[in-house]
């Protein structure tokens, strides 16, 4: 049972041009937390969101909360070739440490 | 400091043999993971520790045994490896206190098995 699911699986788009990655669920999560993996790494984290509607940005990435605490979205703005890579959403239920990941987002940015 | 590191990088098994991955971190975290990835399917957790002495069944546990050797290292092993546990393993820790629960990622062990 997939209890996150993150849309889209892949996504090829020119230099400059903006998206968005959406993670949702129907299980309400004590956080959220946004990796990035490049081929042949382990996944590193990009950031992490606690509060509902909360919203971070990080450079030309901005990643939000949803109010209910069940679905966050990852916006790139102007995106990059070195933005390439896949994106992992993952949501914490309590303070156990225990995580559950999203499919994850391939994303290809062509110069 | 090294953070999370895991050896072998590649391994090749033929069905049913044995194997360890070994799994160590010296960041002082009391939380460790293991987990599979495969494509399309995000990272599933197998095993993990939440301190020394600990450990407990993850989502796909069957197949695997978990070993936390002390609070640096964590070894998973495959007693008798078959073709569906071809996937990449990594191995993970998490920085404590946890609030937020963000772990920090070893590079992978990509095992193949015939």
């Known amino acids: 049972t997939q209890l996150l699911e993150q849309s889209p699986q892949f996504l090829s788009i020119q230099e400059g041009e903006n998206l968005t990655v959406y993670c949702n669920s129907s299980?309400?999560?004590?956080?959220l937390q946004w990796y990035r993996q490049e081929p042949g790494e382990g996944p590193v984290l990009l950031v992490t969101?606690?509060?509902?509607?909360e919203v971070k940005k990080l450079k030309r990435l901005t990643f939000q909360f949803g109010d209910a605490r069940k679905d966050s979205s990852l916006h790139i703005t102007a995106a990059q070739p070195g933005d390439t890579g896949l994106y992992l959403c993952a949501g914490a239920k309590g303070q156990g440490g225990k995580l559950i990941f999203g499919q994850g987002t391939e994303l290809s940015v062509k110069p | 400091n090294a953070g999370v590191t895991q050896t072998p990088k590649f391994q090749v098994l033929k069905t049913g043999q044995s194997m360890t991955l070994q799994c160590a971190q010296d960041?002082?975290?009391?939380?460790m993971y293991w987990y599979r990835q495969d494509p399309g399917m995000g990272l599933r957790l197998i095993y993990y520790?939440?301190?020394?002495?600990?450990?407990d069944k993850g989502e796909v546990p069957n197949g695997y045994n978990v070993s936390r050797l002390n609070k640096r290292e964590f070894s998973l092993r495959l007693e008798s490896a078959a073709p569906s546990q071809t996937s990449v393993y990594f191995c993970a820790s998490r920085r404590d206190p946890g609030l937020g629960n963000e772990q920090f990622f070893g590079p992978g062990t990509r095992l193949t098995v015939l």
């Open positions: 960041m002082n975290h009391n939380s």
């Open positions: 520790s939440a301190s020394e002495g600990t450990t």
């Open positions: 299980s309400v999560f004590s956080s």
């Open positions: 969101v606690v509060t509902g509607g």
